[in-house]
Antibody
Framework: EVQLVESGGGLVQPGGSLRLSCAGS????????MTWVRQAPGKGPEWVAN????????FYVDSVRGRFTISRDNAKNSLFLQMNNLRAEDTATYYC???????????WGQGTLVTVSS | DIQMTQSPSTLSASVGDTVTITCRAS??????LAWYQQKPGKAPKLLIY???NLESGVPSRFSGSESGTEVTLTISSLQPDDFATYYC?????????FGGGTKVAI
């Protein structure tokens, strides 16, 4: 069974940092582009960033560029999102996703909630 | 950026109904459009890709089409399991963008 499991979410103050992780089970991350998608409470999903299999091509949504860094460790079958200088508007459930295409999302994790608040 | 305008935002329907959800893109998508279903507390689930291709395991009562800048998701013979929120997503160009969602409710 394909599983993606996110971790690392929590409550953080504005300006703080968090590092999210996504571990694959029954899913070999190294075969796929991987993506982070977030969803603010009561809102629709928002694509955040994605990364090519070898890590050498990366795209970000403008609102996080320069603050967030997507990375991967294929040896550990894991995906990461380093989030710095967090803002209230970054509050959301963060999902990792991936699959056969780099730009739409076949497999999803269950999500991890990030709350930015003082 | 490509804007996706989804309508309606809420749709009331009954079991057995046929419902249609529409997304209008700010430019042609050339078929690079996916549809997802999301239930409360769960991740979105891919239903359709390339505007009209049914994802494996998705019931055939779901179908998609494209005409110009308008893309449509049709659910025929609505089943109890279909009451959920549906999102379109364009992947013609970055940034990848989603529609605002349509909640299909009883």
């Amino acid at each position: 069974e394909v599983q993606l499991v996110e971790s690392g979410g929590g409550l953080v103050q504005p300006g703080g940092s968090l590092r999210l992780s996504c571990a694959g089970s029954g899913f070999t991350l190294s075969n796929y582009w991987m993506t982070w998608v977030r969803q603010a409470p009561g809102k629709g999903p928002e694509w955040v960033a994605n990364i090519r299999q070898d890590g050498n091509e990366i795209f970000y949504v403008d609102s996080v560029r320069g603050r967030f860094t997507i990375s991967r460790d294929n040896a550990k079958n894991s995906l990461f999102l380093q989030m710095n200088n967090l803002r209230a508007e970054d509050t959301a459930t963060y999902y990792c996703a991936g699959g056969r295409d780099s730009r739409y999302f076949v497999s999803w994790g269950q999500g991890t909630l990030v709350t930015v608040s003082s | 950026d490509i804007q996706m305008t989804q309508s309606p935002s809420t749709l009331s329907a009954s079991v057995g109904d046929t419902v249609t959800i529409t997304c209008r893109a700010s430019q042609s998508l050339s078929g690079y459009l996916a549809w997802y279903q999301q239930k409360p507390g769960k991740a979105p689930k891919l239903l359709i890709y390339k505007a009209s291709n049914l994802e494996s395991g998705v019931p055939s009562r779901f179908s998609g089409s494209e005409s110009g800048t308008e893309v449509t998701l049709t659910i025929s013979s609505l089943q109890p399991d279909d009451f959920a929120t549906y999102y379109c997503q364009q992947y013609k160009s970055y940034p990848l963008t989603f529609g605002g969602g349509t909640k299909v409710a009883i």
